[in-house]
């Protein structure tokens, strides 16, 4: 019988869970490693361990995992989406913790569970799926939402240019304490050149 480390085992599910993500739609998980860089970044500006930050890099890389049960045609559907595909499309956060959960008995699973489930909820308590609000959403939920957006206005797609850095450091500032933790948007802003800067050069 194969006896390896519990940490070999977590790297070998995250790789095949990013792999088979990626098989799907590899935007998404590109995305998933630029996030996964600049939440590991964030998390450390921000002063937590680096058991943590590791914590975050994991977070981020499985994030939208959850979209893999997505069909191609709704995630890159350059219109609006219908009431019907936006609903679907909100299911990703909880049908990646639906996929990682039989793995929860790994300990970084565990404690990536929550984030990937809140990576979408709003400090207003109006995101979803759970309404949560404030200091109620998951910690790491909290960070990966900062990254996740800045990183989704500035990427290129078929049927647009990603906007520019700047504009997407104006959402920031503009959503905190909306849609945004102002503590943690605060800590990005500050150290926004070191996180994306050093995001977009590992994504390069
Ligand atoms: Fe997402």
Known sequence: ?????????????????????????????????????????????GGLSEAEAIEAKYAGLMHDLGKIGIPEAILNKPAKLDPFEAKRMMGHPAWGEHILRPFAHLPLIAAILPAVRSHHERYDGAGYPDGLAGENIPLLGRIIAIVDTVDAMTQNRAYRKGLPLEVAYAEIARCSGTQFDPKWAAIYLESKNYVAETETKKAA
């Open 1 to 45: 019988m194969l006896i390896e480390s519990v940490r070999v085992t977590e790297q070998r599910v995250f790789q095949s869970l990013w792999e088979a993500l990626a098989a799907h739609d590899r935007l998404t998980a590109d995305h998933c490693k630029r996030v996964s860089e600049a939440s590991y970044l964030l998390a450390k500006a």
